[in-house]
């Protein structure tokens, strides 16, 4: 398994500011993946995030407004642009491949976010 | 990945088992049933998953049926803390991301 850390653990922003969300594992991993949880909803992908490569956006989600970077093989960052009220959710990252080893996946503790 | 149908909501008494039911009739002979569960305001945590053998594990076990169209995950001694919503998932192999549902909300009472 693997330790999975995000920053900040929630915050409140003003529409129209941006936020970079901070992903931090304790170990090497392989993959990083970005999901968003609405209020009230289950979590949806925005994102695979591999080293050395270009996000994969899924249909709904822009770079333009989640830009995302993966410097290294244990640290990611997403940032959420331009923020709107609807943008208000929690913010999790997950990794695969932990030190090499592939079994599943697992989840940081998110980053809770509001938008007023 | 083939799509998975749990009941929204299910109870549980404490010290019970608790058997929480999921249909995935369209599911491929390389995709595996995964298991997570979201307690209130964490991050989802793996339980459980499995191919068509049975499995178990410190927290759970995990029966699939022979015909790999459903499954059942097993509390076998639920707690108050296992109070959480349930997601049975089904992936073709590693690397891929997690398709979410709408899970099942377990209630576990004292």
């Known amino acids: 398994s693997a330790v999975i850390s995000q920053k900040p653990s929630r915050d409140i922003c003003q529409r129209g500011t941006s936020l970079t969300i901070q992903c931090q594992v304790d170990s090497q991993v392989t993959m990083m993946f970005w999901y968003r949880q609405q209020p009230g909803q289950s979590l949806t992908l925005i994102a695979t995030?591999?080293?050395?490569?270009?996000?994969?956006?899924e249909s709904g989600f822009v770079i333009d407004k989640f830009p995302i970077s993966r410097p290294n093989l244990t640290f990611s960052t997403l940032t959420v642009s331009n923020m709107s009220p609807e943008d208000s959710s929690i913010y999790l990252c997950?990794?695969?491949?932990?030190?090499?080893?592939?079994?599943?996946?697992?989840f940081g503790p998110g980053t809770r976010l509001l938008v007023l | 990945d083939a799509k998975t149908t749990q009941p929204p909501s299910m109870d549980c008494a404490e010290g019970r088992a608790a058997n929480l039911p999921c249909n995935h009739s369209?599911?491929?002979?390389?995709?595996?049933v995964y298991w997570y569960r979201q307690i209130h305001s964490q991050g989802p945590q793996y339980i459980i998953h499995g191919l068509k053998n049975n499995e178990t594990n410190e927290m759970a076990s995990l029966i699939i049926t022979e015909d790999r169209k459903s499954s059942t995950l097993i509390l076998p001694h639920a707690t108050l803390r296992d109070t959480a919503v349930y997601y049975c998932i089904v992936r073709v192999n590693s690397g891929y991301a997690l398709n979410f549902g709408k899970g099942t909300s377990l209630l576990v009472t004292p």
């Open positions: 997950s990794v695969e491949g932990v030190a090499g080893v592939w079994e599943t996946q697992y």
């Open positions: 995030a591999n080293q050395g490569s270009e996000a994969t956006y």
């Open positions: 369209t599911i491929s002979g390389n995709e595996y």
